[in-house]
């Protein structure tokens, strides 16, 4: 008989990586790749390519499912869910609050399924693990009204920071205080107590926090206004400006590689700043949860810069 597997879909703006894993008391990574310069057009044809080599590989012998990284679940969602057209429908809701990730993933969504739909699709959301944060880690200085519509801290990087401690509990390696900092081309921070998250570091949408690669972090919301009335930018300028113009990218004028940065840092004064002002903020943070949390037990780097770096 043939192993339960699922297949993984992670899905970006020009990009989709996927995994087939084999499930059971460990799941085991089969297959692994990833489809590069994906546009509109285009990545229906590459989905289609992808899942007929799978199949000619026997890679899907046994799938039952499809789970898919949804970055945004909003105020209602927070487990894993089938995706109905209704859910779909929801999202499609949500996309203003994740305009760089969700329409590309509910695109992959759609396409997926119209090419194997005998898989079932689960939607496997980024911030319903930051659902526990308490009423007064989500609210915004904000009116009541706005919060009942939905205007709340939410989080994101939920399906690291859940993988993480499932891992720690199983090494019997999770103590009571917990703070994981996700440190990527997208960063965040978690504070986790026994197990669950109590607060973390980005908002509304995947923008906020500290700076990140190519993301601003945190902003007086006077900054925004003053860029739309004096500056004259438009929402849309606003918005390339503050998600794919700043951060490491927008402080250095080199790049948002942190590699790159720490290899120019010595003779290129821009970047050695870029990178203390990241660390700085990263400290910041780091206080402010040890505050939250009355202490700290362990503190772990994940991502692809608190890894390697």
């Known amino acids: 008989m043939i192993p339960r597997r699922i297949l993984t879909i992670n899905s970006g703006s020009s990009s989709i990586k996927y995994s087939v894993y084999q499930m059971g008391d460990r799941e085991e990574c089969l297959v692994s790749g990833k489809l590069d310069n994906l546009q509109a057009e285009p990545r229906e044809a590459a989905i289609s390519s992808l899942l007929d080599e799978l199949h000619a590989r026997k890679s899907l012998d046994g799938v039952t499912a499809i789970g898919y990284r949804i970055v945004h679940g909003g105020m209602r969602?927070?487990?894993?869910?089938?995706?109905?057209?209704?859910?779909?429908?929801?999202?499609?809701?949500?996309?203003?609050?994740?305009?760089?990730?969700?329409?590309?993933?509910?695109?992959?969504?759609?396409?997926?399924?119209?090419?194997?739909?005998?898989?079932?699709?689960?939607?496997?959301?980024?911030?319903?693990?930051?659902?526990?944060?308490?009423?007064?880690?989500?609210?915004?200085?904000?009116?009541?009204?706005?919060?009942?519509?939905?205007?709340?801290?939410?989080?994101?990087?939920?399906?690291?920071?859940?993988?993480?401690?499932?891992?720690?509990?199983?090494?019997?390696?999770?103590?009571?205080?917990?703070?994981?900092?996700?440190?990527?081309?997208?960063?965040?921070?978690?504070?986790?107590?026994?197990?669950?998250?109590?607060?973390?570091?980005?908002?509304?949408?995947?923008?906020?926090?500290?700076?990140?690669?190519?993301?601003?972090?945190?902003?007086?919301?006077?900054?925004?206004?003053?860029?739309?009335?004096?500056?004259?930018?438009?929402?849309?300028?606003?918005?390339?400006?503050?998600?794919?113009?700043?951060?490491?990218?927008?402080?250095?004028?080199?790049?948002?590689?942190?590699?790159?940065l720490e290899s120019k840092a010595a003779s290129h004064p821009r970047a050695a700043e870029a990178i203390e002002v990241f660390c700085y903020q990263i400290r910041r943070f780091l206080g402010a949860y040890f505050a939250v949390l009355g202490g700290l037990d362990l503190l772990v780097f994940s991502g692809g810069i608190g890894e390697n770096s």
């Open 77 to 260: 969602h927070s487990e894993p869910e089938r995706l109905t057209p209704e859910l779909i429908a929801e999202l499609k809701e949500l996309a203003p609050l994740a305009p760089d990730h969700l329409p590309d993933q509910i695109l992959a969504i759609e396409s997926f399924t119209r090419h194997a739909p005998e898989l079932a699709p689960v939607a496997c959301f980024d911030t319903a693990f930051h659902r526990t944060m308490p009423r007064v880690a989500q609210l915004y200085g904000l009116t009541r009204e706005l919060a009942d519509q939905g205007i709340v801290r939410y989080g994101f990087h939920g399906l690291s920071y859940s993988y993480l401690v499932q891992e720690l509990r199983e090494q019997n390696a999770l103590p009571a205080r917990v703070i994981i900092a996700h440190l990527g081309n997208g960063a965040s921070m978690a504070a986790i107590r026994d197990g669950v998250s109590i607060d973390t570091s980005m908002g509304l949408t995947p923008t906020g926090g500290f700076l990140m690669s190519t993301r601003s972090g945190d902003l007086d919301p006077g900054v925004v206004l003053h860029l739309i009335r004096q500056k004259k930018m438009s929402p849309d300028d606003v918005n390339e400006l503050v998600a794919k113009k700043g951060g490491l990218k927008g402080l250095s004028g080199i790049g948002s590689d942190m590699r790159v």
